[in-house]
């Protein structure tokens, strides 16, 4: 019988995270679920709102971060802190709608999923009340970058933008969060290879949107 060494355990992840990143970058760039164009009823902003955290590679990099993250929390503060950073989201959007402006804001969000990555591998974890104000801070700019797909847009479709781009990320997070759980029940290991590999893609499309941003 072979026994997979660390190594082989780190390559297979490695290789996982690299595949994954090399067939959703070309989505990335889309960007957009209505390709660019602007929402104008209540079904249109209700896709968008689903749809950009997913098609956004950078986004959906740090979701992953968060449910990781969340995961090393104890009791009600795993569920509860991820509303803040989908709740700043929300907040952030509508800012973007204000006209006001906020430099950097791809740069930050990329950092997020490059930085978050790196902190899953390292096996970093934080108070909750810490990790929520991190989420609430960095919620913004990601929030603020949604705000793009739906400038113009009348109320209606707005409105289930928000409320489509707030369920489908604290869905993605608690999911996370859950599929962990049940990783863990049944094997350590698998839950071990599983946040190694969400570490690496995030770190990995943090790392490739940063350097597109930086070019």
């Known amino acids: 019988m072979t026994i997979h060494t660390p190594a082989r355990v780190t390559r297979s992840a490695s290789m996982l995270s690299g595949a994954t990143l090399l067939f959703t970058t070309p989505l990335a760039l889309a960007h957009h679920p209505m390709g660019g164009a602007t929402p104008g009823n209540f079904t249109e902003g209700l896709l968008s709102g689903f749809g950009h955290p997913l098609i956004g590679i950078d986004h959906f990099a740090f979701l992953v971060v968060a449910a990781l993250l969340a995961c090393t929390l104890k009791g009600r503060s795993r569920y509860l802190v991820p509303l ?7 907040m952030g959007t509508l800012y973007h709608l204000t006209a006001a ?5 791809e740069t930050v969000v990329a950092l997020s999923a490059l930085l978050g990555g790196v902190a899953v591998l390292m096996k970093r974890s934080a108070p909750a009340l810490l990790l929520g104000g991190l989420f609430a801070g960095i919620g913004i700019f990601h929030g603020y970058a949604y705000g793009e797909a739906i400038i113009g847009a009348e109320q209606t479709p707005l409105l289930s933008y928000l409320v489509g781009f707030a369920t489908i990320q604290y869905a993605v997070i608690v999911g996370g969060v859950k599929a962990m759980d049940v990783m863990a029940a049944r094997s350590s290991r698998v839950q071990t290879l599983a946040t190694r590999g969400g570490g690496m893609f995030a770190t990995a499309a943090g790392g490739l949107f940063l350097a597109m941003n930086l070019a």
């Open 84 to 90: 803040a950073f989908v709740g700043a989201t929300v």
């Open 101 to 105: 402006d906020l430099a950097l804001t």
